[in-house]
């Protein structure tokens, strides 16, 4: 699934491991995130929507247009 | 954000990475040891780091969830042999099993026994060790198959 974390996370100047800390996870897995190895869960991508106040669709994309 | 006492920060939930590392080195030095065959205080300081990773798999809580995605792997991978090594022992025991009655059918005899199951049978150590190794195997297939494809 391809996302924007990266770019909002540059928008911030914040570094993997400071997104990783917001987030409650490690910075592995922000970086797995990051490069579309991992899908996170539900609550993880509410936590990354809420930590951008953005949309979750906003955030990632699964290649499917909506209806 | 609401305060948890003793809740894992970014470092430690980092630092399980680093430790499934170490365990999957016992593991090595355990397939190694079978072979040569020590038996002094390092062989048993390994078998402690052997624990790790499948503890780390069995009580997730202080992980993220990418490394229990790893994690699943190493356990698919593990599930995978035990399966494989249970199919082996359920086609060799029922070959004994058959030839028991075979023979019985064919000249009425009911002493004939047959034990190729014991060939199959590995000590528990052996397999506790095999087990180990399948679990590291398939975390490191699944480490390197996020690192090798990984975009820049």
């Known amino acids: 699934m391809n996302n924007r974390l990266r770019v909002l996370r540059a928008e911030r100047n914040w570094s993997q491991a400071e997104l990783a800390t917001e987030l409650e996870v490690s910075r592995q897995a922000v970086n797995a995130i990051e490069t579309g190895k991992h899908d996170p869960s539900l609550g993880l991508a509410f936590r990354i929507s809420r930590l951008f106040d953005m949309p979750i669709e906003q955030i990632f994309d699964d290649g499917h247009e909506a209806r | ?152």
């Open chain 2, 1 to 152: 954000m609401a305060y948890v006492p003793n809740a894992p920060d970014e470092k430690e939930r980092s630092y399980h990475y680093s430790l499934i590392w170490l365990s999957a080195c016992g593991t090595l030095f355990w397939v190694a040891n079978i072979f040569v065959g020590m038996d002094n205080m390092l062989s048993a300081i390994f078998f402690g780091a052997m624990v790790g990773g499948p503890a780390m798999a069995a009580f997730p809580n202080r992980t993220d969830e990418y490394f229990r995605s790893l994690c699943n792997v190493a356990m698919r991978w593990m599930c995978g042999a035990l399966a494989i090594y249970l199919c082996i022992l359920f086609l060799v025991v029922n070959g004994d099993l058959a030839h028991q009655a075979g023979s019985y059918l064919a000249s009425g005899e009911t002493g004939v026994r047959r034990s190729s199951a014991l060939l199959a049978t590995l000590d528990s150590r052996t397999l506790a060790i095999g087990l180990a190794l399948a679990f590291h195997g398939g975390y490191a297939f699944a480490w390197a198959h996020d690192k090798i494809g990984s975009r820049p």
